[in-house]
């Protein structure tokens, strides 16, 4: 899993047996400081190429050769050989996420589009290497039937951390989703959506504005040391996003490089040097997060209460007693439930290959908005093909069945 924030790739090696999901392996590949930057500049057009676009396969190839060698690495930690991988499930790096209809400027009398997502991913190596089927391009099919194609993650939320209560599962990377997980038999059905910026905005800042010497802000120390600027939080807090009903998603297109470039151009035209406040923007981009994830509470079905908290953004403690205290409802990160906070993303895309290969969606309509639920993917075969018999053991084994309102069992 590569996310918004273009950090690195982590990587999860799970068992599922008769329903039990176990995190057998997990491992972090970080970019290079030069290779994340070089790849920013080229998914946003800045790296001043003539034609970015003919580059995507060589990108894509690229990105594989890491993904092979972390998944080297997660076997040799598990102490396990290739040959017992039933699946592998790879994100990609999104280049366009564009969930709602729209047209294209550059085409005379363009007809309508409908919602897109496009990760690059090259899976034929790594089907090569691994011998095994690799699952890819998860949110084409979800998109296709009318939702959003995000977020998809929820099912594995939903498979390891529904309880006797209403909780939350929140997932902080580049962008912050929610996902309410109503208790068991309760009847309510499971929603998630984004709920703002989670990490990107945050991220962008500091980099740009030490001049690349510093990469993110170290538990929050800086935010904690500034002051909120309320201008700027108010300005961005009118965000119609945060005011729309789901299921909604959104990405660096709204939250990314040009709306920071946004936000230092507004300071600048107050009479203030980015350069001389980054501690106070920083508060404010915290704070802009946390109250993004306090206003999605209103379009929950109940107060969740607990919140168990993943992704990247459980490491900025600061950012964690925002929402505490801006929510007032308990925060636990995932790691405590025997799922680290930072494998919560890959963990989920190694089980969306498995419902994919086993025949079942992946995606849950009412997280998404799609009119029916859909098995998920592209399945590039290894190169010793497809074993119908190995499908359907792997299906066996697993046993894959989510006891909730909105999925009842079914045996094909």
């Given at each position: 899993?590569c996310g918004?924030?273009?950090d ?12 039990t ?8 590949s970080p ?5 994340r ?23 894509a190839?690229l ?6 060698r ?6 040799e930690?598990a102490g396990l050989?290739?040959d ?5 499930g ?35 190596p790594?089907a ?6 690799v699952?890819?391009?998860?949110r ?6 009318g ?22 599962f ?5 962008i ?7 208790a068991s038999?309760?009847?309510i ?7 703002g910026p989670?990490?990107m ?5 500091i980099?740009?504005?030490?001049d690349?010497r ?18 700027l ?7 119609p ?5 789901p299921p ?6 709204e939250?990314?490089?040009?709306r ?8 600048r035209?107050i009479?203030?040097d ?6 106070d923007l920083?508060?404010?981009?915290t704070e802009l997060?946390?109250e ?6 209103r ?6 209460r607990?919140?168990?908290a993943?992704?990247?953004g459980v ?7 925002r929402?505490?205290v801006?929510?007032g409802?308990?925060v636990q990160?995932?790691?405590?439930f025997?799922l680290?906070?930072q494998?919560?993303?890959?963990a989920?895309?190694a089980?969306?290959?498995?419902l ?7 995606a849950i309509k009412?997280?998404?908005g799609?009119r029916?639920?859909?098995?998920l993917g592209?399945i ?26 909105d999925?009842?069992?079914t045996?094909?």
């Open positions: 899993m918004t924030s273009l690195g790739i982590d990587g999860s090696l799970i068992s599922v047996e008769k329903g999901i176990r995190l057998l392996a997990f491992e972090e970019f290079e400081p030069a290779f930057q070089d790849m920013k500049d080229w998914i946003s057009g800045r790296d001043r190429l003539e034609d970015p676009s003919r580059f995507m396969p060589d990108m190839n990105l594989s050769r890491k993904e092979v972390l998944g080297e690495i997660l076997l930690k050989p290739s017992l991988l039933c699946a592998v790879t994100h990609g790096v999104t280049l366009r996420h564009h969930p709602i209809a729209h047209r294209l400027s550059f085409l005379s009398d363009a007809p309508e589009v409908g919602g897109v997502s496009y990760q690059l991913a090259d899976p034929f790594l090569r290497a691994f011998g095994a089927p699952v890819s391009q998860f084409g099919a979800d998109l296709a039937a939702g959003c194609g995000a977020p998809l993650a929820p099912v594995l939320h939903r498979a390891v951390f529904t309880a006797g209560e209403h909780r939350a929140l997932n902080i990377g580049g912050a989703n929610i996902t309410f997980l109503p038999g309760s009847g059905p499971v929603t998630a959506f984004d709920t989670g990490n905005l945050l991220d962008l800042a980099l740009a504005l030490t690349g510093e990469a993110i802000d170290k538990n929050g120390e800086r935010a904690r040391r500034g002051t909120v600027l309320r201008p939080l108010e300005i961005l807090l009118a965000d996003y945060f005011f729309r009903f909604k998603s959104t990405g660096r297109e939250w990314g490089e040009a920071l470039e946004e936000i230092l151009s507004f300071l035209s009479g203030l980015p350069h001389g406040r980054i501690d920083l508060a404010t981009l997060t946390a993004g994830i306090r206003k999605s509470l379009f929950l079905a109940s107060p969740p607990l919140i168990v993943g992704g990247g490491r900025n403690r600061f950012l964690m007693e929402i505490e801006l929510t409802i308990p990160e995932s790691g405590e025997g680290p906070s494998s919560i993303e890959s989920a895309f089980y969306l290959a498995l994919t290969l086993s025949g079942c969606p992946g009412s997280v998404t799609a029916e639920e859909a098995v592209q590039t075969p290894p190169p010793s093909g497809l074993s119908s018999d190995r499908i359907q053991n792997v299906r066996e084994r697993a046993d894959i069945h989510l006891p909730f309102p999925r009842p069992r045996r094909g």
